[in-house]
């Protein structure tokens, strides 16, 4: 239930809602005509065409999505930062737009720096006014809505404690109905069992109940669909909450064929538009680091020449994007070229190490080539550490879920690293503790994630001590 509270219930609810998309935009046009006359320039036809092209553009992108969760849960802090990021890509537009065009000289630049610098001191608090009236109304007694459930589970109880942890979504939850006994139900404080299945209908329209999750066991579908039957000549909204929760999920959500529901359990976060968006913004910053990594890399590849014998790069056998196999690319920083059916991992102190390359692997300058893996398609900047096939065959055995890190491209960094997990794998446990991370990255992926392992990596660089 991401949105419980119907828009169109509440005229003022409404009202909020068209403010919310159309007051910054509003703002926005309305201060530059503000600083315009301040400035004493004339609204020439140039200022109210940028007028109109800022408003549309305002329209269009200074508003908050919800990004998984209902937008009443999102702290206003993110709700700044969003706004301003938005309006930083409009001024972005605008400028190249302006440029290309070879209309920068009809506009005053003060005019136009104090527009841009004061917009989001006007519309951000704007905004921010608005949601806490909004949240105000979702709360008040007249918008709740009275919410029970049809048996007691683990999540069934999570989601109870949830609604009433957060009042912005709109329920108050009353107690549960379960027809086992309390000492085989999960604990429920603070809420009741308020009776048996049997009885839930006659409460429901006793008690005008606005909401009834019904949370029993998929192998007992008989009895939803009597108790569905049963609630038929009620009002309430009934939502079904499968018990499939119980199990680890991976970017679950809900979504249909052809008519048919679906509900994935198990998904990359990298479908259609992400994906696309993931995989550009890849290229373009590969593309940018290039810049200064080739003469590195050139210097690189002449020190590994001259200072051991064999190749310059070290090609490995790796899994990579749904487990087929990648050959990734190393600057070679050992005397031996390992890639069978067995490769033993580099220790502390390990003599297959040359001295050369014992810099380069404190420095992570050793992966470098990998930016041609990215370039290729084959690696991500950030996801999960590709592994030898070798342990990927070995841990795969011992490890639930670790083929689940391949359900999106291996990275050159990851949560996994920027949280410590580098170095001499010495006991099952720290390959558990990378997996861990690997799969929290598929749970929290976002542009943001990314750019924070990114700055977080550069950072680690430099103070590594499991780089060896």
């Known amino acids: 239930m991401t949105e419980p509270v119907n828009l169109n219930n509440d005229l003022r609810l409404a009202v909020i809602a068209a403010l919310q998309r159309l007051l910054p935009a509003v703002l926005v046009v309305l201060l530059l005509y503000l600083v315009a006359a301040l400035q004493g320039e004339a609204f020439t036809p140039p200022y109210r065409a940028l007028a109109v092209v800022a408003g549309g553009l305002s329209l269009l992108l200074l508003r908050v999505r919800r990004n998984g969760r209902p937008l009443m849960l999102t702290p206003l802090a993110e709700i700044s930062v969003k706004l301003v990021g938005r309006w930083l890509g409009i001024v972005a537009l605008l400028l190249l737009g302006a440029w290309l065009a070879g209309v920068t000289g009809f506009y005053s630049p003060g005019t136009v720096f104090t527009w841009l610098t004061c917009a989001p001191l006007v519309f951000v608090p704007a905004a921010l006014g608005l949601h806490e009236i909004k949240r105000r109304l979702i709360t008040a007694d007249n918008n709740v809505r009275t919410a029970i459930c049809a048996g007691v589970t683990p999540h069934s109880v999570h989601l109870a404690r949830q609604l009433e942890t957060h009042p912005e979504l709109g329920a ?145 056998r790796r899994y990579g994007l749904d487990g087929h196999e990648i050959v990734v690319y190393k600057f070679r920083t050992m005397r031996v070229l390992e890639d069978g059916d067995e490769v033993v991992q580099v220790s502390r102190v390990d003599p297959r190490v040359t001295p050369v390359g014992r810099i380069l692997r404190t420095f992570s300058l050793d992966e470098l080539p990998q930016l041609f893996n990215v370039l ?93």
């Open 172 to 316: 108050r939850f009353v107690g549960f109905f379960d027809d086992r006994s309390a000492d085989r139900l999960e604990a429920t404080e603070p809420f009741d069992i308020l009776g048996g299945l049997a009885s839930l209908g006659d409460y429901v329209r006793a008690n005008h109940v606005d909401v009834i999750f019904i949370a029993l066991p998929i192998r007992h579908l008989e009895r939803v669909m009597n108790l569905i039957d049963d609630l038929q000549n009620t009002t309430a909204s009934i939502y079904y909450v499968p018990d499939v929760f119980v199990f680890d999920l991976i970017q679950s959500r809900p979504g249909e064929i052809l008519g048919t529901p679906v509900i994935s359990m198990c998904e990359t976060p990298f479908q259609g538009s992400k994906g696309v968006a993931k995989r550009l913004t890849d290229i373009v910053l590969t593309v940018f680091a290039m810049i200064p990594a080739l003469p590195v890399m050139a210097v690189v590849a002449l020190m590994v020449a001259l200072t051991s014998r064999g190749p310059v790069i070290f090609k490995q």
């Open 376 to 468: 290729q398609g084959r690696m991500s900047l950030v996801g999960p550490r590709p592994h030898a096939v070798s342990h990927n065959e070995q841990y795969r055995k011992l490890i639930k879920g670790y083929m689940l890190r391949h359900k999106v491209l291996p990275g050159i960094t990851g949560l996994a690293q920027v949280n410590g997990c580098r170095g001499e794998i010495e006991k099952l446990e720290d390959m558990e503790r990378r997996v861990t991370y690997d799969l929290e990255y598929l749970r929290r992926w976002s542009p943001l994630l990314d750019l924070r392992i990114l700055l977080l990596t550069v950072v680690r660089v430099f103070k590594d001590t499991k780089a060896y």
